[in-house]
């Protein structure tokens, strides 16, 4: 029979167009974020971590949105390029004490 | 700086036959985390490591599977005798703290006939 492969959330955006990836957690417990990129044929890359002593954080076109009380995270890309076509996780720990807990990951297209 | 580092990139082999994976974590990293990404099921963690000893294997499927790691800058993921629901791309992971980052190697792709 035919297999269900997982369903990833996809996004797909303009280039030059900014993106919003998000993320839902659910251990209030979690006090560091990260956000990984995965490329085809790639293992995830990090790309930005936030602790919960912070709401936002800045990159090189990136920036990490934390809101502790609804147990939301966010990566925004500004002026997506077509290199930023990837699968996005978003990953989790308590304390430091605890491996990371990874999302399932959203697919991003960005359209030339 | 090299990074972490998997061997071999893609393996192909028959159902019944060991498989061994192999990774070289990032110099100075305590810790070692094997992954297996799959379709159905996504990124799950398997079994991680710290200063060389094993520290949660609750992820491990099935007893055909086992890992070790001899030294700092080893460790390996065997399957034996192996099938073809273990095909998958594998991972290996190393970082500085238990919760802190990790840096991927880029996987070994494994495909069971």
């Known amino acids: 029979g035919e297999s269900v492969g997982l369903h990833l959330p996809t996004l797909s955006v303009q280039e030059g167009d900014n993106s919003i990836i998000n993320c839902a957690y659910s251990?209030?417990?979690?006090?560091?974020f990260i956000w990984y990129k995965q490329e085809s044929g790639k293992g995830p890359q990090f790309i930005i971590d936030?602790?919960?002593?912070?709401d936002k954080r800045q990159g090189q076109r990136v920036t990490v949105l934390l809101n502790k009380t609804v147990k939301h995270l966010s990566l925004q890309i500004a002026a997506t390029q077509p290199g930023d076509s990837a699968v996005y996780f978003c990953?989790?720990?308590?304390?430091?004490?605890?491996?990371?807990?990874f999302g399932k990951g959203t697919r991003l297209s960005v359209i030339a | 700086d090299a990074g972490v580092i998997q061997s071999p990139r893609h393996e192909v082999t028959e159902m019944g036959q060991e498989v061994t994976l192999r990774c070289k974590p990032i110099?100075?990293?305590?810790?070692l985390f094997w992954y297996r990404q799959t379709m159905m099921r996504g990124l799950e963690l398997l079994i991680y490591?710290?200063?060389?000893?094993?520290?949660?294997d609750s992820g491990m499927p099935e007893d055909r599977f086992s890992a070790k790691m001899p030294n700092a800058s080893f460790s390996t993921l065997k399957i034996q005798p192996s099938e073809p629901r273990d095909s998958a791309v594998y991972f290996c992971?190393?970082?500085?703290?238990?919760?802190?980052?990790?840096?991927f190697g880029d996987g070994t792709r494994l495909s069971i006939l």
């Open positions: 992971a190393s970082s500085l703290r238990e919760g802190g980052p990790q840096h």
């Open positions: 490591f710290n200063n060389n000893v094993p520290i949660d």
């Open positions: 936030i602790r919960s002593n912070m």
């Open positions: 110099s100075g990293h305590d810790y």
């Open positions: 990953a989790e720990s308590s304390s430091g004490n605890t491996p990371l807990v």
């Open positions: 251990n209030s417990a979690s006090d560091y």
